[in-house]
Nanobody, 122 residues
Framework: QVQLVESGGGLVQAEGSLRLSCAAS????????MGWFRQAPGKEREFVAA???????LYADSVKGRFTISRDNAKNTVSLQMSTLKPEDTAVYYC????????????????WGQGTQVTVSS
C-alpha cells in the first residue's frame, strides 16, 4: 500500500508560480507511475500531468508548457512546478500513484492523496 500526502497549495496571483509536492510512503516508490489530477467545484476531476517510473511524462493540453512534473525517487517525492498560472487553474490538486500504462486514465490509479487547494486570483 502507498500513502500519498500533497503539500504546497495556496493562493497565488495570475501569472505567478507555485510548486506542489507529493510525499509517498508505504512501499517501494520508484516502480510506480505518478500523476497529478485536479478538480474544480462542480466539475469532474481531470488529468493534469503524469510521470512514469522510467521518467517519461505526459501533460494535459491545458497545462502543457506551463507545468512541469518531476520525481525524486531517492526522496520518495513527486513535484508539480506550476508557472504562468491562470484563474482557470484554481482547483483541488490530487497526487495519485499506480502501475499503469495509460497515464491520463485516473481509473487506472490505485492510490490517492487527500488533495491540496490551489487558488489563482485575477
Amino acid at each position: 500500500q502507498v500513502q500519498l500526502v500533497e503539500s504546497g497549495g495556496g493562493l497565488v496571483q495570475a501569472e505567478g508560480s507555485l510548486r506542489l509536492s507529493c510525499a509517498a510512503s508505504g512501499r517501494t516508490f520508484s516502480n510506480y507511475n505518478m500523476g497529478w489530477f485536479r478538480q474544480a467545484p462542480g466539475k469532474e476531476r481531470e488529468f493534469v500531468a503524469a510521470i512514469r517510473w522510467t521518467g517519461g511524462t505526459l501533460y494535459a493540453d491545458s497545462v502543457k508548457g506551463r507545468f512541469t512534473i518531476s520525481r525524486d525517487n531517492a526522496k520518495n517525492t513527486v513535484s508539480l512546478q506550476m508557472s504562468t498560472l491562470k484563474p482557470e487553474d484554481t482547483a483541488v490538486y490530487y497526487c495519485a500513484a499506480g502501475r499503469v500504462l495509460v497515464l491520463n486514465n485516473q481509473k487506472d490509479y490505485d492510490y490517492w492523496g487527500q488533495g491540496t487547494q490551489v487558488t489563482v486570483s485575477s
